[in-house]
Every structure is written in C-alpha cells, then in structure tokens.
C-alpha cells in the first residue's frame, strides 16, 4: 500500500509541474516578474541621481567675446552661466517672439552675437554663441 501512495504523489506533482508550466507560472516566470525591468531600472536610476557629478566640461569657466561680453560680463563663466544670463536679458528685453516663443528678437547687442541676423532659433542661438567662447 505504500507504494500505491507514493506513485499516487509523484502522479499529483507532475500534474502540478505541467499546470505550472501551461499557464506560465513556473519557477522562471515567477523570478522574472519579481525581478521586472521597470523595478530594476528604478533601483539603478536612484543610484545614479544621488551620486551624480556635474560635468567638468560645463562647470569649466570660458572667455566672453566681447560682443558676447556685452550682454554677460566680460568675467569667464561657466557655460551653464552664460546661457542663464543671456536668457535672462533676453525675457528682460522681451526679446522672445511671443506666439513662437522659440524665436528670438535680436536688438544690437544680440545682432553682433548672432553674426547680424534679426531673428534666431534658440537652438540656433546656442551654435552661434558657443562661437563667441573661448
């Protein structure tokens, strides 16, 4: 009679083993969905954001030119700088074209930055002063 019981177990968990894998809730899939990509990459981007250095390249001080300089100051700055201050006399100014507020209006001081045109694109603004840093 022992021997009836214990075929009768094996017969139960190869069932349970076959039902397991037929609906995908094998010991594989029950790994991958504790171990999902969206809770790792979470885990990863925390460690990332509280460990993070600025970059030397941006946080090193430049030359203005002095076209350039007439709008920033003539001291070296980090270029991080330089574009928080053209920015801020450019909404100083109102120099943001106001339905398309990615153009901007130059006035003197800007032309000569911006090689004499009237207006720019501000990703075009970018490459035209990165050309007046040294």
Request: hydrophobic content about 35%; charged content about 30%; cysteine-free.
């Amino acid at each position: 009679m022992a021997k009836s019981s214990k075929g009768a177990k094996s017969a139960k968990s190869a069932k349970s083993a076959k039902s397991a894998k037929s609906s995908g809730r094998g010991a594989k899939s029950a790994k991958s969905a504790r171990g999902s990509k969206t809770g790792g990459a979470a885990k990863k981007s925390a460690k990332k954001s509280s460990g993070r250095t600025a970059n030397a390249a941006f946080m090193r001080p430049v030359q203005p030119s002095p076209a350039l300089a007439e709008v920033v100051g003539e001291a070296p700055l980090p270029r991080t700088e330089v574009t928080k201050k053209l920015w801020a006399y450019i909404k100083k100014n109102g120099l943001q074209d106001q339905k398309n507020k990615r153009m901007i209006k130059a006035d003197e001081a800007l032309k000569n930055v911006f090689g004499g045109k009237a207006t720019v694109n501000m990703f075009e603004m970018t490459k035209l002063v990165g050309k007046h840093l040294k």
